[in-house]
Structure formats: structure tokens, C-alpha cells
């Protein structure tokens, strides 16, 4: 096991590193996307780890989100979206 502090304080018991090693991973190993230096921050009552934007809105995060659907866990990606975590083609071609 692994201890970390996220940025926004928090104390976690996370798996130890050779466990996602060679995989993307929102702890050790984050994939490249837009929120991939954002803060880190763990919502227990989603059961996600999620990143804060700029504007501080929570959104979750990619490599969590996909480790946790492949594990078969019912959870949600939904969020109050400001687009942060979208890629910037898509954010330009929505204005």
C-alpha cells in the first residue's frame, strides 16, 4: 500500500505503485488529458477520484474513471461539467 496527500489535503491508503505499473493510473501514472495536473481530490460518496479545475468544479478523473467501470463498480461519471475536462478542439467548437 501507498499513502498519499491529495492536493486538496486529504490523507489516502492507496495501492502500492507496482500495481498499476505500465497502466495509466490518476495517482502514479496519470494518462495525458486536459485536467491530467489538475488538483486530485477523492469524493468518498461517489467513490471517484476527481479533479478540480480552474474553476473549481470537481470533475472525475479519466484513469479512475476507466479503472473503476473495468472493475465492474457502479458508479457515475456525471458532473456539473464547465467543460474543463473536455479536449480544447471540442470546447472551441462549442463557442
Request: glycine letters at 10%.
Amino acid at each position: 500500500m501507498d499513502i498519499i496527500a491529495t492536493h486538496t489535503g486529504q490523507i489516502l491508503q492507496v495501492h502500492d505503485p507496482l500495481a498499476c505499473a505500465g497502466h495509466a493510473c490518476c495517482v502514479h501514472a496519470p494518462s495525458p488529458h486536459p485536467l491530467d495536473c489538475a488538483p486530485l481530490h477523492w469524493h468518498p460518496a461517489a467513490a471517484l477520484m476527481l479533479r478540480i479545475c480552474a474553476h473549481g468544479i470537481g470533475h472525475p478523473d479519466p484513469d479512475n474513471l476507466m479503472a473503476v467501470l473495468g472493475a465492474g463498480w457502479p458508479v457515475s461519471g456525471a458532473h456539473g461539467c464547465d467543460g474543463c475536462c473536455r479536449p480544447e478542439q471540442e470546447r472551441m467548437a462549442a463557442t
